[in-house]
């Protein structure tokens, strides 16, 4: 949806990086129904085989369940946010840099659900 808001909030006259929170809604509710428009996943469909008509926020759900995130992105966003806390435990009258490190992510056995486990360790010596 970004890429989508990106354009279409400039011809709204907004800033592109306006927050989703911060967006009209009107604005929030077309760049949701342009979005699903545009998708390229099987959208529900009726007993007589039409496309179903959707909520706004079951449209939005299915947009946001539909993206697909790597395992790096998912590293690289743990990795992110270890640093920033890291950064805040720090910050000035924290706690003594020496005594935290961020360490590489671990990898965790897969289970047989569809669920997904994030770990995240903190040392602090």
């Known amino acids: 949806m970004q890429s989508i808001q990106a354009g279409e ?3 709204a006259g ?7 929170d911060q967006l009209a809604p009107e604005t929030h509710q077309f760049l949701v129904e342009t979005a699903y428009a545009r998708a390229q996943f099987p959208k529900p469909m009726d007993e007589s085989g039409n496309e179903k008509e959707l ?18 992105e998912l590293t690289d966003l743990g990795q992110r946010r270890s640093n920033t806390i890291r ?3 720090v910050s000035p009258g924290g706690i003594d840099p020496s005594r935290i ?11 047989k ?13």
């Open 113 to 125: 659900t569809k669920e997904h486990e994030v770990k995240t360790l903190f040392v602090i010596k």
């Open 87 to 89: 950064d805040y435990m």
């Open 14 to 20: 907004m800033p592109v990086d306006t927050p989703i």
């Open 55 to 72: 909520t706004l926020a079951e449209k939005e759900k299915l947009l946001v369940t539909a993206i697909e995130v790597t395992e790096e």
């Open 101 to 111: 490190f961020v360490k590489a992510p671990v990898p965790v056995k897969e289970k």
């Open 9 to 11: 909030t400039q011809t």
